[in-house]
């Protein structure tokens, strides 16, 4: 049986969501047969695949941005076969498996949950961002996949990229049976600066459309999170041991007093 392949480069793309061909190799049909027939078994055929390819590049790449190239050379091992006492090639699926993962920060996605807010008017709870679905790369099955389409000679491999659906999404919205609003809170920053409003509106944001489950607790810190420069805060004057001092996030203090006003009123 003959063999023969037409792989001398392999560009992995998330775009498209498969390894696809770049060029092709030239040459003769006597330089083919000679390289790439055989009459061995499966494992002597990848062998010799292996080896045809050991001067070729691996091409990982997503988008325009990054680009990453990994030596076949370096991805594949010389060892001894015991049963016929010959050396032969096979390929190195730790190391096909770390140059995959290059690809996973800008691959991987987490999901977004449905964001909600109360409509007084229609007494439901409405969405005003919709849930969008998370992806994940998978290493293990992907790596597979590739050496797999390698020993097969495809042109085309695809990528295994995993779903992962978010929490609170559009079916399960209506599912929560919310008819009532239970309470408001209301506070006045007028005259405030434009820095305090600023972080006024950053803090808020934190907490617009949150949903809380029956029984779950709430921790204004929790979901607050970090008060820093990098969440966007800026210094303003906050009151700390009797004097006024700059600091990031001033007038926070506004979100978590209008947001206890509501809590006392929801009882």
């Known amino acids: 049986m003959q063999y023969k392949l037409l792989i001398p480069i392999i560009v992995v793309s998330f775009l498209i969501g498969q390894v696809s061909l770049v060029t092709f190799k030239k040459v003769s049909e006597e330089e083919l047969k000679k390289s790439y027939t055989t009459r061995a078994k499966s494992d002597d055929k990848f062998a010799s695949i292996l080896g045809s390819l050991k001067s070729e590049e691996l091409v990982l790449s997503w988008g325009k941005a990054q680009n990453t190239r990994i030596g076949i050379s370096d991805l594949v091992t010389a060892y001894h076969r015991n049963y016929h006492k010959k050396e032969s090639l096979r390929l190195n699926f730790e190391k096909l498996s770390d140059s995959i993962k290059v690809l996973a920060p800008a691959i991987n996605q987490p999901p977004v949950d449905a964001k909600l807010e109360f409509s007084q008017k229609e007494g439901r709870i409405k969405e005003f961002s919709l849930p969008q679905n998370g992806r994940r790369l998978?290493?293990?099955?992907?790596?597979?996949?590739?050496?797999?389409?390698?020993?097969?000679?495809?042109?085309?491999?695809?990528?295994?990229?995993?779903?992962?659906?978010?929490?609170?999404?559009?079916?399960?919205?209506?599912?929560?049976?919310?008819?009532?609003?239970?309470?408001?809170?209301?506070?006045?920053?007028?005259?405030?600066?434009?820095?305090?409003?600023?972080?006024?509106?950053?803090?808020?944001?934190?907490?617009?459309?949150?949903?809380?489950?029956?029984?779950?607790?709430?921790?204004?810190?929790?979901?607050?999170?970090?008060?820093?420069?990098?969440?966007?805060?800026?210094?303003?004057?906050?009151?700390?041991?009797?004097?006024?001092?700059?600091?990031?996030?001033?007038?926070?203090?506004?979100?978590?007093?209008?947001?206890?006003?509501?809590?006392?009123?929801a009882g």
């Open 138 to 265: 998978n290493i293990e099955k992907s790596t597979a996949q590739i050496a797999r389409g390698l020993a097969e000679g495809k042109l085309s491999v695809p990528l295994v990229i995993d779903e992962i659906e978010p929490q609170t999404t559009s079916a399960s919205i209506e599912k929560l049976g919310i008819t009532t609003l239970l309470g408001h809170g209301e506070s006045d920053f007028k005259g405030s600066s434009s820095s305090r409003i600023h972080n006024i509106k950053t803090g808020a944001a934190k907490f617009y459309g949150l949903l809380l489950k029956p029984g779950e607790e709430f921790s204004f810190n929790s979901t607050l999170g970090e008060v820093d420069g990098k969440a966007g805060y800026l210094h303003e004057l906050v009151v700390k041991n009797g004097k006024l001092i700059p600091e990031f996030g001033g007038g926070i203090c506004q979100v978590s007093t209008t947001l206890f006003r509501a809590a006392t009123a």
